[in-house]
């Protein structure tokens, strides 16, 4: 997609730029969308403290491993090659 | 938008095609990078549910794996159904 | 919004642009959002299979069949005309 | 945004203020379109239930035109709130 | 960020509009947020009728107040200052 | 994106690279308000329930400050943690 002489054109560049774009843009998404559920899915939600306790640290640590595998895991599904890597 | 609208398109130049054509792989990609959070979001959501482990159990991942395939084929019928539907081919019950 | 001489401006190339994007954006979501409500309304969410059985496909095609006329319906009384097109 | 950056705009010359209005009608035609968008779900999501007829029963569209109808008037509603708040202009109860 | 003598360049130019965009993009989507969310907190979503009864009416109309105030406490737990704007 | 790609990047002209982080610092704006806009949305679903007063009552307003902080530090951890994956520091449990 970009050009092989090493000097983007002007149209080349744009493109260049909106995929960098689109790239970080699902980066930020995702660690959003794995925020909020670790968050439902570890954090009491009565709020008595400011604190996270041990066993929440603990289940944030292992929510966030278990998600990073699901991407993983659905990025081959969805015919990004053998290895783990998101489909970018 | 308007169809007469759409068709001042044809009379862009060359060059505005190209970038047209640029802009809609652009929102492809967005398209597809959203789509490929939510499932993950989905599929986690539904199949991850005990977290004393680090690593994904076999039942857990065999989830995942039913949830994204069954999103994916729902996906595909909606929009077949969609696109009759959005060429008017839509018969009433 | 377009000029009218068939050469458009470049502002106006702009708009014409913008509107087709956000018309584009506008069809992605509503694909989307019915996506992801027939698939809550329709699919169940224990994953025995990874087939849609019969029963969840009549389903589906139904679901995306009532959520194009509650569109049509919305669009009406949003004011975009006595017609069934969503509003653009 | 600082306020000293808004006073900026004044200075900029008469074409980026042209651009500067085309982004503001660009947004409120995305937002309006995703406010459509929303409607509907919720709308859908509220009414719908049933899936042994591909078209809408009578008593899903009233509650379908009952329920945009509804929000509607409760946006504009929340809208005045909402400006008068932006203005400094609410009391305390 | 803007340039100081009154004639930005290009670049600042760019990033004025950009930061007007951002701007406009989050109070969009506050009043979004906080519609949706006062409709979930107030109206009876049976729709048995299309008008806003008293009830809902005054608990929309607390219900907006309060957001608000969340608003700019959580503005003021993010640093921005002992005011209560949104931090921009 | 492939790291052969991005590479390219270093081909470009100083004003480009400019350009590039100048969307860097927009992508970081547009994402820090989405956040607060996220987070009120949280807090307030999770510890406002009466409407019986316009203003905030006091254990309101405690539970919108404890729900923030807990919050914050949860964003942090999980970034920490993120950070750690996306550099293969991960081990097994």
Known sequence: ?88 | MDKSMLGDLDNLPEEDKLKMAAMIDQLQIRDSLRMYNALVERCFNDCVDTFKHKSLQKQEESCVRRCAEKFLKHSMRVGMRFAELNQGAATQD
Not at chain 1, 27 to 45: A, D, P, S
């Open chain 1, 1 to 88: 997609m970009a050009a092989n002489n090493n000097m983007p054109s002007a149209l080349d560049k744009e493109q260049i730029f909106g995929m960098a774009e689109k790239e970080m843009e699902y980066r930020v998404e995702l660690f959003n969308k794995l925020t909020h559920t670790c968050f439902n899915k570890c954090v009491e939600n009565k709020y008595k403290e400011s604190e996270l306790n041990m066993g929440e640290n603990s289940c944030i640590d292992r929510c966030v491993s278990k998600y990073w595998h699901v991407t993983n895991l659905v990025g081959q599904l969805l015919g990004s090659g053998p290895s783990g890597r998101p489909p970018m």
